[in-house]
């Protein structure tokens, strides 16, 4: 148990760092900009308690808030992603799948595990970017600025998810 917290608390540094040092830099085309931060949400197992994914989902969200002056925008959506993963994971997992199942493509299945990460993608971005702007009056640039960053963050994802879970 303690060891899984420690694991948890490693990946978040890692992808908070990342998020911080690299990603907020990258701004493609002047709207795609990756938030690689949300695949830690990926990483809990089917029985991790509810409370416990809520926890890290915010605490995740508010470190990126602090150190990219994001106030609230990180934390919230996180937390509203964190809180949609157990539901989403549960409907996208085999019904054969053991309690303590990783979520991946070798448990899940390509279309399953894709189908999984690119909706808690698509619900992150979506508020990330509705509370960033606060209205509509440039909604083109609203719709361009978070179509393209859902679309980078899945391939960057999808990219780290290829060579993370690769066999040797």
């Known amino acids: 148990m303690i060891i899984r917290e420690l694991i948890h608390l490693l990946q978040l540094l890692v992808l908070v760092s990342l998020q911080v ?7 493609l085309f002047g709207y795609a900009t990756p938030m690689v931060y949300i695949c830690f949400l990926l990483y809990f197992p089917l029985n991790y308690s509810r409370c416990g994914i809520l926890f890290w989902g915010f605490i ?11 106030p609230g925008v990180g934390a ?12 989403l994971l549960r409907a996208m997992a085999p ?9 991946n493509f070798q448990t899940m299945g390509y279309g399953n595990y ?9 619900i992150h971005h979506l508020l990330v970017f509705l509370l960033e702007s606060f209205s509509y009056f440039d909604s083109l640039y609203l719709v361009l600025s978070c179509a393209s960053s859902i679309v980078l963050t899945t391939s960057i994802v999808w990219a780290m998810e290829h060579l993370l879970n690769r066999k040797s």
């Open 21 to 27: 040092l690299v990603f907020n830099h990258m701004h």
């Open 60 to 70: 995740i969200g508010l470190l990126t808030d602090i150190f990219s002056n994001t």
């Open 76 to 87: 919230a959506s996180t937390t509203l992603a964190a809180m949609l993963q157990p539901v």
């Open 95 to 103: 019904k054969d799948s053991t309690e303590d199942m990783m979520p």
């Open 114 to 122: 894709a189908r999984f990460f690119i909706i808690l993608i698509v």
